[in-house]
């Protein structure tokens, strides 16, 4: 049998394909399955959650695993969790909708009644790109008895049973049904397969043994056996959860010939209690550890168990579940993580292992067992057999801290234990012990600060001594790996703070002080409560037949949920097909002196390399006026290649491809390439090197109205700023993927792809293959997200791959694994911007300039396009009548950025929004007073001189203020700051207005086409693609009004390229606007077509008009095509009308800020959205929470890294975060705007993709003003710089308290940084 590490190639190659793949690491949840266990010493059952991608075959021998498409089908009977998850609108590109689902079962087949708080936990480590989490977490919450309700009713009746809304129940709905759900019945769950039982009870053990291609995996069955197989092999791993080595085989190619498993040797799962402490298996999971945990807490005195508390606190945030249900204890202890969680709570606990070798001893878990990085201080021979975890004593306090970029799933920052021991009635502290991670390669003691301590009473005076000495030993150079080295430092010190006001409080709650303790800091809240979504019922005249204005369930819901949605990936392999692995440039800016693809050629399974020179057609794809190259030019000489054009410009270009019989072959193929360079001068990174060397991409912008230079002479007041925004990684879940088929004569292709834009992949092979688009056909079943990252970027891809599909004349596959894709298809543009603004006493703005430059990276792509955007948009809702914006897109040597939701809108509005914020704090007036004075109003005008009305908006601002109850909370909230020195909470309110469609008027056209079968049923095919954005079942509603049939016989199967030629983009939340009015008009056509059959049989059904209409030899297909409108911009005159109306909304966030970690939580978000009549309120509103999600990302978490050669650090979930549940707002309010007609879009609807992602950046300003509070306390006062995304350090820093002060600051310059500031 062979050795499997990866999950995919398990499931797939039994066609089990409902198990996603997101990154392979263990960081996103996609592959969740639950795993189940048989101990016949018990006769009992254990079932877990746990990601297949870390899970190896062989651990699994004896286990059960159920995969999502083990507990319901639509063919058989859909699980009640996979129903609640559909009916709530929980997905919408359905990617990571299997994973959500199989946390829960998990959860559920363990616990039937959760609380809301073990839903939170189970999925703490699912990622969804799309749906913001609300829906899913309110899907879920039915299974619990609590808090099933928002109670908004206030007489126990459900405000979200589709009854409407109890203030006005006529004119609103409910986005989800929650009535008639199935029951959750246990007893009807899968049974444990009775035959592995039996295999359990009566298989006489014996050691297992699987041999792999490279790697032979040996799974002993006694401590003996495993103790002379580790002396003889020291070198091979002990694989337990497999979270460490997994990982590094994967992604560090690391190779282990040998693999040994101890998992049936019983002794490493022994508990046995003393009178001591507990001894605790090493091999037990950390999961089971935190249960052990919580059930020996209740048995003992509080005093007791303090070390029990503390780790298992520390346990709650480690990874997540599925981690934890596989990691063991050993492992964490073994792996000696520099961050790890646990190692610096055990080693203040005195903690100690057993081991075994060739004898037994005990080694303590102290400063001298952690070595290094990876390396503690036992022999390779040895073996953790298990780890004795103390009871305290009376007068000792143990507690655990971490911070870490995202609050849950990710390691931590800084993580510490602390544990002071005092005699009885005293405060002078007898014992002390501080342990921190995160502060050099492994966990460190701070032995001197403690020496500091002992002897000395806890107190201010005491503890403001060891904070000094603290700073010192804990001293990070400014480079030090990691980075956020002033961060971390401070973190050594409010940490030791948090601990210092626990202690205090627990000696004044034991009577041993008087004192007052300052503060009690207490977590921050983290339940999230239902939230409302409030629309428009439809009118009552409406016929309930038309389901056009209705919360129509995605029409894809449930196959997203029981898995059997088809993404490219899903495809089944034909013959003879082929992977294809990318090699790309390791090097910024250089020349490729050699490219040696001798031993690639050689390693098994490796078909061919494929070349620039194997290109037939044009070996560049046009973008923006300029040629961007495919791959490096290069010429092959037998084995060798010889460059030709050879330089490189970013790291990650592709330079070459190297196709394989597998994935596995083609990722070693791609490793064996070698390539040598000669570095080039002077690469260019950052905004600042570009504007210094004047690195620009043509065109550059300006546009002005009034006359900024003259106003400025006039006003009372001029203020200038700047702000920087980061880069954003579109993460959509699925990867870019596809498979090119030749179909084996006269050059034809047929393209499967994840693509935004069909079309453009069929002309980008067809040029690249030098052959007519008529022989390539694209098909595009569905996307699992895109966000604007699969156009550009993929045309690309579809080119290379098209190129080995047409050498090597086999179906080629190309799949990106999370790191190729994060590191190749770039990202959305950082922007810095400065603004000069210019006002008057009253809080008019009457002058305003400002200057944009965006990273564009190593090409052009769409940047300057985004540029565009920007300045378009740069006014947002106001009125500045004096407004000059100058933008350009900088070239660098980073990888090329391209579009992303939202085209530079984001980034562009975050500055005006910034410069009124600085404009309200140098007047001393609230910001929302200020926004409210410069806001358009009547009949209005914008800078490039469209005229337009912004009542919608005025009526958007005024209903999000009253709704959030905006006045009372603002004055909650300055209240509660009072009260409060170390938590802050703030508060903002953000407007948008959006212009949708492309400003390029041919990209506004659309085409369908409808073809009614002679049974009736109906096949619709249009231009757009679906993403997740739930464009089909608009479709779908559209063409159920319009033929007046049920949306049950409309089918809608892909887009192809055969089907709809010369299609547009589903992009610039244009897609249901231009494709609507397409199928609308062929339904138009057809319904016509069919008036004589009504006529002639009017009690007849729509069956029997179809068939007469055959007999009658009418045609039943039509095309319906629509043209947009023409829209402009002229940027000579700086006029123009680049949008066909515009999309409002308005954002209220309340955040609460913990100022000693900068860790924050939004407590609330309301919205309230301009979107017209809308044609599915679950579906824009799904759009809406998933886009502010995503803003959230962007303007408070989300971190491109790069290294100061330019190489991308965050290549993957580890480490780069997205919001996860623990970043949704507790309370989640959105609201679309009542009685709004817009006469340029279908059924008077708007677009809403794109827009409300600014709106994430309420939460950004919301953590600004609680910064504010935080700097007034420490007695600053007046604007300051806080750059996007907010993050906890920026946050903390900004806050400026006594401790973040005692860090000395490094001159830029005088050394070289961790990672660049790009
Ligand atoms: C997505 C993700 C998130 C994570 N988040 C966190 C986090 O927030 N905080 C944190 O602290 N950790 C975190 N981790 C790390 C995780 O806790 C460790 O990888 C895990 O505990 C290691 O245990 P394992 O059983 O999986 O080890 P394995 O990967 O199976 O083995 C790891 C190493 O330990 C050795 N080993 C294992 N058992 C023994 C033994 N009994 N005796 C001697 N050597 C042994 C092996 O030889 C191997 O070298 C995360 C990991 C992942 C993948
Ligand atoms: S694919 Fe397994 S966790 Fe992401
Ligand atoms: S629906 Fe969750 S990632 Fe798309």
Redesign the pocket.
Known sequence: MRAEFAASLTFSSVRLTGTKS?CGGGGCG?CTVMVSRYQPATKTFTHYSANACLLPLCQLHGAAVTTVEGIGSSKTRIHPVQERIAKAH????????PG?VMSTYALLRNKPQPTMEDITQALAGN?????GYRP?VDGCRTFCQEANCCQANGDGNCCRNGDGNPDTPEENSSASNFKDFLPLDPTQELIFPPELILMAETANPETLTFYGERTTWVSPTSLEELVQLKAKHPKAPLVMGNTNIGPDIKFKGVLHPLIISPSRVKELFEVSETAQGVWVGAGCSLSELRSLLEKLVPQFPEEKTELFRALNQQLGNLGNQQIRNVATLGGNIVSAYPNSDLNPVLAVGNCKVSVISSGRREVPLNQDFFMGFGKTILNPEEIVVSVFIPFTRKGEFVRAFRQAPRKEASFATVSTGMRVFFSEGSRVVQDVSLYYGGMGPTTVSATKTCAAIIAKPWDDETLSKAYDILLDELALPPSAPGGKVEFRRSLTLSLLFKFHLEVLQKLRETNVIKDEVPEKISPLPREIQPGLQEFQAVSKDQSAQDPVGRPIMHRSAVG?ATGEAVYCDDIPKTDGELFLGLVTSSRAHAKITAVDVSQALQLPGVVDVITAQDIPGKKFRPMTGQKEELMAETEVFGFFCFVVSPQVSCIGQIICAVVADTRAHAKRGVAAVKISYEDLPDPIFTIEDAIEKSSYYEPRRMIERGNVTEAFEKVDQIYEGEMRIGGQEHF???PQSMVVVPVGEEMEFDVYISTQWPSLMQEAVAETLGISSNRVTCHVKRL??AFGGKVTKTSHLASITSVAALKTNRAVRCVLERGDDMLITGARHPVTARYKVGFMKDGRIVAADMEYYSNAGNTIDESTLVVEKILMHMDNVYNIPNLRGRGAACRTNLPSNTAFRGFGVPQGLMVVENMINDVAVVLGRPADEIREINMYRGPSVTHYKLEFSPDNFLRCWDECKLKCDYSARRKAVDQFNKQSRWKKRGMSIIPIKYGVAFAESFLNQAAALVHIYKDGSVLVTHGGTEM?QGIHTKMQQVASRELRIPTSKIYISETGTNTVPNTCPSAASFGTDANGMAVKNACEILYQRLEPMRKKDPNGSWESWVSAAFYEKISLSATGYFRGEDLYMDWEKMEGRPGAYFTFGVCCCEVELDCLTGDYRTLRTDIVVDIGRSVNPSVDIGQIE?AFMQGLGLFTLEELKFSPSGLLYTRGPSQYKIPAICDVPLRFNVYLLKDSDNPHAIYSSKGIGEPVVFLGSAAFFAIKDAVAAARSDSGLVGPFTLSSPATPERACLACNSQFTQKIPTSKPGSFKPWALDI
């Open positions: 997101g996609a929980g997905s919408q590109c359905g990617f990571c909708t959500m990622l969804c790109r799309c749906t899913i997203h959509y879940m699925e699992g997200g997740g998933g």
